[in-house]
């Protein structure tokens, strides 16, 4: 846990206006900056930043809060890790508060894996470049067009053809059993039962070793790729799933090639390592590539944060094209756009450019095509497509992609192409896109980390209530005059009042709009983005003291006129004793009693 007073340091030492202007340029809009939003997709700019509120507010996706959750949003980070980037920013050392024993526990595991990852890494390295057993290798990747700069500048490593190479120079160098197998670098036999038998053995053997860097540079797992025909396995081997490796948020070279994606705004998928490589060296920059599983949701939310434009460029033959298609629906859920790059039969991105050069490769990327445009001629080149059914069919599956358009400008363009092309009316087209499921789900069997639940939406607010959150978030006679009052008991009655006893529990003062906006990193999404709204507030109260009084008042009233709705409604019940319809009875006068002193 990082303490409070530690967290309000480091919001008032980062102005949001100058952290959010080092993502993308801000505009001055009067007393606040505007922008197009980050998080969706938009041409009229919706995302506003409020320098005297130290706040942002997008009034097209909700997305709101202080500098540190738009620091998490942007970034993809935790909370502690967005606080740790804006404290080193402002030269700020965050020490956590004391650890539980099993916080520490994980947090020990984490360093020693990291530390494990780092250290083989350099080994593997070092075998590749010297060991006579590595030739094979080595010549693997001079056929391949990549010489030892390369493999130097990208960390390539070979691992021995030996059941315990690795694990024996793991041992010897400090690191414990339980740490090498909780590292999915080691793994053992099992018998029918799954229980372990056995010694250790490398999970690696005789492959050329690509490490896996998270987006600073950080080695956290490894793809091994086979070097001889009759090895056994599959061609690549990753790293299972560790506590520092989650293959489904994890893009590889990300940490080599992000400041071009920023640049171009444009990121080119690829299918593999080499591929990525290959393109990089020769001066295709903006690549990545999906690392060991389907591309997923939070591979698109990590690209999101770079570009706006993906083009897929997976190899030609069908299993190519089937990725092709299974990457589409994260990524135009994401608010992508979708493009796709067709490689010459019998090429793949590596072969293309060692064959006939990188502008070669880079002329396919410029003719790539809208992904509906590309689907469109491949669904009419089929046979099916001639008869009702298949033409049927297809606009069936067209439909359930257009549906998946999150922009609804862009969704109508391309509805009314894609029904032309189907010689459909496009109220007909748009009545499939209607009935299409609404949200993609990750296929099953994806080892992506579990996606958090959606945070709490805040009961819609009265124009009372809301009235009263404005004055506790911004003027502090306002508040202190609210906090005098018997606010615990009286809103206890009011479901929509839930955000209000959160601003007033709180510890915080109005007039310190840094205060404010650390506090509000605090709170989940749908609080943050609800309270930023409240700050966007262009006019306040003249007299807070006076609306602070008359909206409780008649927060009041509202909670007097419910008490003698259900005293009245259970009058009217059949059944009850004389003893409770006399109570029900004195209960309701003396309810109008009150009422009438209200409104004196």
Same mark, same amino acid.
């Given at each position: ?151 130097? $500048? ?22 414990? $059993? ?423």
């Amino acid at each position: 846990m990082i303490p409070e007073h530690l967290i309000e340091q480091i919001a008032q030492a980062n102005d949001i206006v100058d952290v959010i202007s080092g993502y993308f340029p801000l505009k001055r809009a009067g007393s606040a900056y505007k922008a197009r939003c980050p998080f969706h997709q938009e041409k009229t700019p919706s995302f506003n930043v409020n320098p005297a509120r130290q706040t942002f507010k997008c009034f097209g996706c909700g997305a709101g809060g202080g500098v540190i959750k738009f620091v998490q949003l942007y970034e993809n980070l935790t909370f502690p890790e967005a606080v740790k980037r804006l404290g080193a920013r402002a030269g700020i050392r965050v020490e956590d508060e004391p650890l539980s024993t099993e916080e520490l526990a994980e947090q020990s595991l984490r360093t020693r894996l990291l530390s494990l990852h780092a250290a083989t890494a350099e080994w593997f390295h070092k075998q590749l470049l010297r060991s006579q057993s590595a030739q094979h290798a080595r010549d693997y990747l001079k056929g391949r067009g990549l010489n030892s700069g390369v493999a130097k $500048d990208w960390n390539l490593g070979y691992s021995p053809d030996a059941w315990d190479a690795f694990t024996r120079w793991a041992r010897a160098n400090g690191y414990r $059993d339980d740490e090498l197998i909780a590292s999915g670098l080691v793994t053992f036999k099992k018998d029918d039962q799954e229980r372990r038998i056995g010694d250790l053995y490398d999970r690696f053997r005789d492959r050329l070793m690509f490490p896996i860097c998270d987006d600073i540079g950080q080695v956290i797992a490894f793809s091994g790729r086979v070097l001889s025909a009759e090895a056994f396995g599959g061609k690549y081997v990753n790293s299972p799933e560790t506590p520092i490796f989650i293959k489904g948020k994890v893009l590889f070279g990300l940490h080599k090639t992000k400041r071009a994606l920023i640049d171009k705004k444009t990121a080119i998928v690829l299918e593999g390592q080499i591929d990525l490589i290959t393109a990089f060296e020769a001066g295709v920059t903006n690549v990545t590539a999906a690392q060991g599983t389907a591309f997923t949701a939070r591979h698109a939310r990590v690209l999101k944060r770079y570009v706006d434009d993906v083009v897929l460029c997976f190899d030609a033959d069908a299993a190519g094209m089937k990725a092709a298609e299974k990457s589409l629906p994260p990524l135009l859920e994401a608010g992508l756009s979708v493009r796709v790059a067709e490689m010459p039969g019998g090429h793949d991105p590596d072969s293309l450019i060692r064959a006939e050069g990188p502008e070669a490769f880079a002329s396919r990327i410029d003719g790539a095509r809208d992904f509906f445009d590309y689907k469109l001629e491949r669904g009419a080149a089929s046979p099916e497509f001639a008869t009702p059914r298949g033409r049927t069919n297809f606009a069936r599956q067209m439909a359930a992609s257009v549906s998946l358009v999150a922009d609804p400008v862009l969704r109508d363009a391309i509805v009314h192409n894609v029904a032309s092309r189907l010689e459909m009316s496009p109220e007909s087209f748009l009545a499939l896109v209607k009935e299409a499921p609404a949200r993609y789900a990750e296929p099953s069997g994806d080892a992506s980390e579990p996606e958090q639940p959606p945070a709490p939406e805040p009961v819609a607010l009265s124009n009372t209530t809301r009235l009263l959150c404005i004055l506790a978030l911004t003027s502090p006679e306002g508040r202190g005059w609210l906090l005098e009052q018997p606010w615990e008991a009286l809103l206890a009655e009011l479901p929509e009042a839930e955000l209000l006893v959160l601003l007033l529990k709180a510890n915080l003062n109005p007039a310190e709009p840094a205060a404010v906006s650390a506090w509000l990193s605090t709170l989940n999404t749908g609080e943050q983005a609800a309270l930023a709204g409240l700050l966007e507030v262009r006019s306040l109260p003249e007299d807070p003291l006076r609306v602070a009084s008359d909206c409780w008042r008649d927060l009041e009233r509202r909670t007097l006129e419910q008490k003698r709705e259900a005293a009245t409604a259970r009058l009217h019940q059949s059944g009850l004793d004389p003893e409770e319809t006399v109570r029900l009875q004195r209960e309701v006068l003396e309810i109008q009693r009150q009422l009438a002193t209200l409104r004196a």
